[in-house]
């Protein structure tokens, strides 16, 4: 079992607080109690909590509502070499997540209710953090036939995805979105054609040509995605493209907002801010999928998720042992670790001027919340006592064995940042702390 702190009341006071969904950013104290926050404003004072409250000064500090990461693989069942639930949670807290939405890609496949209760038994019973799991959106991942999406929405799956493979099959996903929307059920897709794909390992164009590496074309993406936008104009089901890449893909996505069909969109914390350059001598730890794209690819991306287009900032969390990384290139497994980075990384787009704190916590955490039907991803009174403190601006350097996810694939190994998070609460309870 986790060890936690004791659940006293807890007073972040003389913060700078960060509240999205009550549009807020400016100096307010947050009262948690009974594993709720009890009351956001400025003034709450000593006087004014129960007895015995622990009260921590946050001057120069950060509040905001724990990040909800809505894409990250969790090795439990079938592959706990690779991570488990405790393992991702202590990383996850230590990296201001307070809830993880894991893929149905494990062995076996998250496609049943069975399956659905092991997860939500196990992860009560060994994480830090809360987890929720998405359910396969065809049995097996085989693309040919849907699962009970109604039953397994009952059980408790927040989304339905393939996980990183895509359903080729057209009229399996017409059923599938048509199926969904009677349950206001989220479809999650991977938008990548596998042929288009073919023997590709990274992003198409002169670098990979200068590396001799084959490439990915965007349009592996876009096609998919076009597919997709026009599936769902026929079904009115909800959808969710889960890793967006390119500015091909935005220009789709923009037509169907545009359309009003309801469709959503995330991007990995690795498109926002890194790029195909740095790949560098063949870092297999930045072979991702997809790709890590070009300079004018990224800044589009970021802009997007300024914007509001693209709704959602995610880690990918994607651990991979040494015996697949350590590797050429062309042969390396695709995945990097990011539940711990993906916070101290986003940072970057802070520090640089290219999103403010409101836009990057609605990314990060509000808009998840909203997209899956989560309660946490606010500090209004009431809502889930699921909070992190943050120091904005101090220095540190990335070790990798520092990491607490079992495997240390990061493509940020040894990178600088400014910025991390000192306290991660869950359900009301310390769960992190950095001394």
Same mark, same amino acid.
């Given at each position: 079992?986790?060890?936690?702190?004791?659940?006293?009341?807890?007073?972040?006071?003389?913060?700078?607080?960060?509240?999205?969904?009550?549009?807020?950013?400016?100096?307010?104290?947050?009262?948690?109690?009974?594993?709720?926050?009890?009351?956001?404003?400025?003034?709450?004072?000593?006087?004014?909590?129960?007895?015995?409250?622990?009260?921590?000064?946050?001057?120069?500090?950060?509040?905001?509502?724990?990040?909800?990461?809505?894409?990250?693989?969790?090795?439990?069942?079938?592959?706990?070499?690779?991570?488990?639930?405790?393992?991702?949670?202590?990383?996850?807290?230590?990296?201001?997540?307070?809830?993880?939405?894991?893929? *149905?890609?494990?062995?076996?496949?998250?496609?049943?209710?069975?399956?659905?209760?092991?997860?939500?038994?196990?992860?009560?019973?060994?994480?830090?953090?809360?987890?929720?799991?998405?359910?396969?959106?065809?049995?097996?991942?085989?693309?040919?036939?849907?699962?009970?999406?109604?039953?397994?929405?009952?059980?408790?799956?927040?989304?339905?995805?393939?996980?990183?493979?895509?359903?080729?099959?057209?009229?399996?996903?017409?059923?599938?979105?048509?199926?969904?929307?009677?349950?206001? !059920?989220?479809?999650?897709? /991977?938008?990548?054609?596998?042929?288009?794909?073919?023997?590709?390992?990274?992003?198409?164009?002169?670098?990979?040509?200068?590396?001799?590496?084959?490439?990915?074309?965007?349009?592996?993406?876009?096609?998919?995605?076009?597919?997709?936008?026009?599936?769902?104009?026929?079904?009115?089901?909800?959808?969710?493209?889960?890793?967006?890449?390119?500015?091909?893909?935005?220009?789709?996505?923009?037509?169907?907002?545009?359309?009003?069909?309801?469709?959503?969109?995330?991007?990995?914390?690795?498109?926002?801010?890194?790029?195909?350059?740095?790949?560098?001598?063949?870092?297999?730890?930045?072979?991702?999928?997809?790709?890590?794209?070009?300079?004018?690819?990224?800044?589009?991306?970021?802009?997007?998720?300024?914007?509001?287009?693209?709704?959602?900032?995610?880690?990918?969390?994607?651990?991979?042992?040494?015996?697949?990384?350590?590797? *050429?290139? !062309?042969?390396?497994?695709?995945?990097?670790?990011?539940?711990?980075?993906?916070?101290?990384?986003?940072?970057?787009?802070? /520090?640089?001027?290219?999103?403010?704190?409101?836009?990057?916590?609605?990314?990060?955490?509000?808009?998840?919340?909203?997209?899956?039907?989560?309660?946490?991803?606010?500090?209004?009174?009431?809502?889930?006592?699921?909070?992190?403190?943050?120091?904005?601006?101090?220095?540190?350097?990335?070790?990798?064995?520092?990491?607490?996810?079992?495997?240390?694939?990061?493509?940020?190994?040894?990178?600088?940042?400014?910025?991390?998070?000192?306290?991660?609460?869950?359900?009301?309870?310390?769960?992190?702390? /950095?001394?």
């Amino acid at each position: 079992m986790p060890i936690l702190t004791d659940r006293r009341p807890i007073l972040l006071a003389n913060a700078r607080v960060v509240d999205p969904s009550r549009d807020f950013d400016g100096l307010a104290d947050v009262l948690i109690a009974d594993g709720v926050v009890r009351e956001m404003r400025r003034g709450i004072g000593a006087a004014g909590v129960p007895e015995g409250t622990d009260i921590i000064n946050c001057t120069g500090k950060i509040v905001a509502p724990g990040l909800i990461d809505m894409r990250a693989f969790v090795g439990e069942p079938g592959f706990s070499h690779r991570e488990t639930f405790a393992s991702a949670s202590q990383a996850a807290a230590s990296g201001g997540i307070t809830t993880i939405i894991c893929q *149905p890609d494990t062995e076996p496949v998250i496609d049943n209710s069975a399956t659905v209760d092991f997860v939500l038994r196990r992860a009560r019973d060994t994480a830090i953090v809360n987890i929720q799991p998405m359910a396969a959106l065809t049995k097996g991942l085989h693309g040919e036939e849907m699962t009970e999406i109604g039953l397994l929405k009952a059980a408790g799956a927040v989304a339905f995805s393939d996980g990183a493979k895509s359903v080729t099959n057209a009229q399996v996903m017409r059923r599938a979105l048509t199926y969904a929307r009677d349950f206001d !059920a989220l479809i999650v897709h /991977h938008t990548e054609d596998p042929d288009l794909v073919g023997e590709g390992v990274m992003n198409e164009g002169e670098f990979a040509a200068r590396l001799g590496l084959m490439g990915i074309p965007d349009a592996a993406e876009a096609v998919m995605l076009e597919r997709d936008m026009r599936l769902v104009a026929l079904t009115g089901g909800r959808y969710h493209a889960a890793s967006l890449s390119c500015i091909a893909s935005l220009e789709i996505l923009k037509r169907a907002r545009d359309a009003g069909l309801s469709v959503s969109a995330s991007v990995s914390i690795n498109h926002v801010t890194l790029n195909e350059n740095d790949i560098g001598p063949y870092r297999t730890f930045l072979k991702l999928c997809p790709p890590l794209r070009t300079e004018d690819d990224r800044r589009a991306l970021v802009q997007a998720v300024s914007s509001g287009l693209i709704d959602v900032i995610m880690s990918d969390h994607n651990p991979q042992d040494v015996e697949v990384k350590r590797l *050429p290139f !062309a042969e390396a497994a695709f995945g990097a670790v990011g539940l711990q980075t993906m916070l101290p990384a986003a940072l970057r787009l802070i /520090h640089n001027g290219d999103m403010d704190w409101k836009t990057l916590i609605r990314a990060m955490s509000t808009r998840p919340a909203e997209l899956l039907g989560l309660p946490g991803g606010s500090l209004r009174a009431g809502a889930p006592a699921d909070v992190i403190v943050i120091d904005p601006d101090t220095p540190w350097v990335l070790d990798p064995a520092d990491l607490k996810s079992q495997c240390k694939n990061t493509p940020f190994d040894e990178a600088r940042f400014s910025g991390r998070v000192v306290r991660t609460i869950v359900g009301g309870r310390t769960v992190y702390e /950095h001394v």
